[in-house]
């Protein structure tokens, strides 16, 4: 099939030729065939239109072309990414607040802190009996001994969240760098954010789980030196005094 190029170039030099023949021609300007009358001039002028008109078609074929290229990009830009991590990460982030809430002894909870510290660690009945002041320290070192089992379990949960976050890296990365537009590579973009967000969620948590511990491991002994001090006064006060000269 001949291109619209080739054809351009031949109307061209046809058109040319024949004007310069027309020129270099000493006949008259006009010849006569078979009753048919022939004017060069008038021939090399159509054919130049012609070729004028077989250019402007040519540009506009290339107009459509790069319209329909225009679209096919737009097309491409608007495809959506076919991988997905939202949901793992939602429930992977449900699984560590699920470990949160099971906390034992003193929750995490403002109004349960406040009630459960104030009767517990800071405002402790000295008066009570010794069988009282024994079971309220026990009931202190159960909570620490909870409290590090609770860190513990939310530390291995975090732990366990590694390596589906590896293998969802690399599949985002995958998908990014195989992204068909720029939605797809946008939308990858935001889901290694999300990721990043979940294990940030899971660093909180595990912060929050240990420093519980810990705060609750500290009260319990500030409380145990508080008790102890009365403990120890009770004990010196029943202690029977010692008479100088006699003795015992």
Do not use: C
């Not at 097309?75 to 429930?91: G, Y």
């Not at 104030?118 to 026990?138: C, H, K, V, W």
């Amino acid at each position: 099939m001949t291109s619209p190029k080739i054809l351009r170039s031949l109307a061209v030099g046809t058109a040319l030729a024949l004007a310069s023949a027309s020129t270099l021609m000493a006949s008259p300007a006009h010849a006569q065939f078979g009753g048919v009358v022939y004017d060069p001039s008038n021939y090399a002028q159509n054919v130049l239109t012609a070729a004028r008109s077989l250019e402007q078609i040519n540009n506009q074929i290339r107009m459509l072309q790069n319209q329909a290229n225009s679209l096919v990009n737009e097309a491409r830009n608007l495809q959506s990414l076919p991988l997905t991590i939202v949901q793992p990460l939602q429930d992977q982030i449900r699984e560590t607040q699920q470990l949160l809430r099971q906390a034992q002894g003193i929750a995490y909870d403002v109004r349960e802190i406040e009630q459960a510290f104030a009767a517990q660690y800071r405002d402790i009945p000295l008066g009570a009996s010794q069988q009282t002041m024994i079971a309220n320290a026990e009931s202190r070192w159960a909570n620490s001994v909870a409290a590090f089992e609770d860190a513990l379990k939310v530390q291995a949960g975090a732990v366990g969240n590694i390596e589906g976050s590896r293998e969802a890296i690399g599949d985002l990365v995958g998908a990014s760098q195989s992204a068909a537009g720029a939605l797809q590579a946008a939308q990858a973009g935001n889901q290694l954010l999300a990721l990043h967000a979940r294990q940030l969620a899971d660093l909180t948590a595990t912060l929050a789980a240990t420093g519980r511990a810990q705060a609750l491991d500290a009260a319990e002994r500030a409380a145990a030196k508080q008790q102890a001090r009365e403990q120890l006064r009770r004990f010196l006060g029943t202690r029977p005094r010692s008479i100088p000269g006699r003795q015992n």
